[in-house]
């Protein structure tokens, strides 16, 4: 089950070049509903304002090697592990989530243009990597759903109370779950394979298609919002933000020790 | 001077959300960020401001003492114990502030959870929950001996 193609599978009902052009308007639906977002919401224009903003009131200039060491830093630390999020737990769920998509998404490109049919076989590693990246993003996602999203934990809501946030997140965790779930029928030659990879290509559409209402932009302006942060800091400005105290460098009283306790 | 969420900071971890005695931080129900529902039931406590970890809540200063333009921010520092303030006015002036927050280390505090709960007979007694323990106060409760009394009182 986890070294077939279920892509390969597929194309004695549907062509190859079908399914490859599936791909592409999911690639383009993905770009021009980014581009919509960024114009819609005006966010690389307040990008840019801010930047300028906090390039001009720093004390001090950021040159373009500094800039080159600050873009590496986010890309290694902010994006590539997830280092803004505070919480431990959302982190790892993120990552879980983060890796497994890219993961997911490119075994299924390369197994849908790479080896579209059972006239080419798959190594056995693709459908391998399909699986565990499918499976990582329902154990992060499913895990944040119902355990760490912020309605449930902090607002104390029910974790099927659904909202507008949630078209992203369950979008996702919707395609992926219908994924394998077609996947493992395939192999087991169930009829009810038909129906899943219907409900599948529905929630994928729905995933890609929702850019521009749904928060999958942030994979594009979150690192330029933690870029920013960064150059910030370097050119003294720090968001506005107090710099870090000198004193007291012991708890309690500068005079005497604490005994109130 | 309520406060308002910078949506490119805050990443909807919720601990204004359970910090607010006003219960006015809420998650925005199509971004999953944090914003204030009611900015003029804000009673400016500052613990939103300083719980945040990503420093994503900033305070709007009303208009008549405060002209826009002005920026208050602050920095809590668990490790250091300490809270910083900085002012900025219109104007360009600044002021920096540094106070001390704590005398015990970060987390040193059991919260009530973390103790038994009391038992029934405990809510007949004159002192509040797990005193004298919780005091730290070696051999129980001070009170005054008879012979320190002033004659004729008792």
């Known amino acids: ?261 | 001077m309520p406060t308002f969420v910078y949506m490119t900071r805050c990443d909807g971890c919720g601990h204004c959300v359970d910090i607010c005695p006003s219960d006015i931080m809420h998650i925005d129900k199509t971004t999953r960020r944090a914003y204030n529902i009611e900015p003029n039931m804000c009673w400016e406590c500052y613990s939103c401001v300083k719980a945040c970890p990503q420093n994503a809540i900033d305070v709007r200063g009303y208009a008549d003492f405060a002209p826009l333009g002005h920026s208050v921010r602050v920095l809590r520092e668990e490790a250091k114990a300490t809270i910083s303030w900085r002012l900025r006015f219109r104007d360009g002036r600044e002021k920096n502030f540094v106070s001390p927050i704590r005398t015990t280390p970060w987390g040193s505090i059991k919260g009530p959870a973390e103790y038994a709960a009391p038992a029934p007979e405990d809510f007949a007694k004159q002192e509040l929950a797990h005193e004298p323990e919780a005091l730290n106060i070696s051999g129980g409760l001070p009170a005054l001996r008879r012979d320190q009394l002033k004659v004729g009182v008792v």
């Not at chain 1, 982190?91 to 998404?105: N, S, W």
Request: some cysteine.
């Open chain 1, 1 to 261: 089950m986890f070294t077939n193609n279920p892509f390969a599978g597929l194309s004695a009902s549907i062509p190859p070049a079908v399914m490859q052009t599936y791909v592409l308007i999911m690639i383009v639906l993905v770009a021009a509903g980014t581009l919509f977002d960024i114009v819609h919401k005006g966010s690389a224009r307040y990008f840019f304002d801010n930047w300028r903003k906090s390039k001009s009131a720093g004390p001090w200039q950021v040159g373009g090697g500094e800039l080159v060491s600050l873009a590496v830093k986010t890309g290694l630390v902010d994006v590539l592990a997830s280092g803004e999020f505070c919480s431990a737990r959302r982190r790892v769920a993120h990552l879980l989530t983060m890796y497994g998509f890219v993961i997911y998404v490119v075994t299924t490109a390369v197994m849908v243009f790479g080896y579209p049919t059972p006239a080419t076989p798959t190594p056995g590693i693709l459908p391998l990597l399909w699986w565990i990246g499918g499976l990582m993003i329902c154990l992060g996602g499913y895990w944040f759903w119902f355990f760490i999203r912020v309605d449930v934990v902090a607002e104390g809501n029910s974790p099927f109370r659904i909202m507008p946030a949630d078209l992203f997140i369950l979008s996702l965790l919707g395609s992926v779950t219908l994924g394998l779930i077609w996947a493992f029928l395939q192999t087991r030659a169930s009829s009810g394979a038909n129906v899943f990879f219907g409900l599948y290509i529905i929630a994928t559409t729905v995933l890609f298609g929702s850019v521009p209402w749904s928060k999958f932009a942030h994979m594009f302006f979150k690192p330029a919002a933690a870029l920013e942060k960064r150059v910030s800091y370097a050119n003294g400005t720090r968001s506005n933000l107090p710099g870090p105290a000198d004193k007291p460098e012991r708890f309690g009283s500068a005079r005497e020790q604490p005994r109130h306790y």
